[in-house]
């Protein structure tokens, strides 16, 4: 089955500095790649999502980049700002229905 | 709208004992999903439903059991609980293929 690989496991960023987070596949028949941000006592909330089909993905501060050749996919955060902490997850998955998620990474703005 | 509701918020059981998680969902969703969370392993998914009426099993179903009697409704159950179950247990339901998956806040479960 997949396999889904995340690094770092913590990032510690100045505000209004970048954030990234990168994250490996193992299955090449993933087609779905979908990030959430978890706050302390919630459940993880999606923030963006990229299709295969597709080599990237912005949304204001926040965009996604997918490498199928080399199976990575990597969160780029700019500009980050203290409601930006949490801990972020990577996944994967082929029919949408299996979805592997990454181990998680806990960023940290500091202001 | 409420979105994905899970009952109970906080459980201690004692090793042995049984009990059923409720999801309850209210946008209509086709799937829903019931995973656990534990340190440094992300979510793993226990089993999960594309319909009413079905289930399926997902990475880690030994010890649980679900049923997906009404459509908005996600049952999941241990019938003898044992240590290794203590998590936090996410219930998530989505409209279709592609579609985000909508998490509710979590059920913690602790295993004496």
């Known amino acids: 089955g997949e396999n889904v690989e995340q690094h770092p496991s913590t990032l510690s960023v100045q505000e209004g500095d970048s954030a990234v987070i990168k994250c490996t596949y193992s299955d090449s028949a993933s087609n779905y790649f979908p990030w959430y941000k978890q706050e302390l006592g919630k459940g993880p909330q999606l923030i963006i999502d990229i299709r295969s089909n597709v080599g990237e993905k912005k949304d204001q501060r926040i965009a996604v980049t997918l490498n199928k050749t080399a199976k990575h996919f990597s969160l780029h955060i700019t500009e980050t700002q203290p409601e930006d902490s949490a801990v972020y997850f990577c996944?994967?998955?082929?029919?949408?229905?299996?979805?592997?998620f990454g181990a998680g990474t806990r960023l940290t703005v500091k202001p | 709208n409420a979105g994905v509701t899970q009952t109970p918020k906080f459980r201690v059981l004692k090793t042995g004992q049984s009990m059923t998680l409720l999801c309850a969902q209210d946008m209509n969703h086709e799937y829903m999903y019931w995973y656990r969370q534990d340190p440094g392993m992300g979510l793993r998914l226990i089993h999960y439903?594309?319909?009413?009426?079905?289930?399926a099993k997902g990475e880690v179903p030994d010890g649980y059991n679900v049923s997906r009697l009404k459509k908005q409704n996600f049952l999941l159950g241990l019938e003898s609980a044992a240590p290794s179950q203590t998590s936090v247990y996410f219930c998530a339901s989505r409209a279709g293929l592609y579609q985000p998956q909508h998490f509710g806040d979590g059920t913690r479960l602790s295993i004496l």
């Open positions: 996944a994967a998955s082929t029919n949408n229905n299996d979805m592997r």
């Open positions: 439903s594309v319909g009413e009426g079905t289930t």
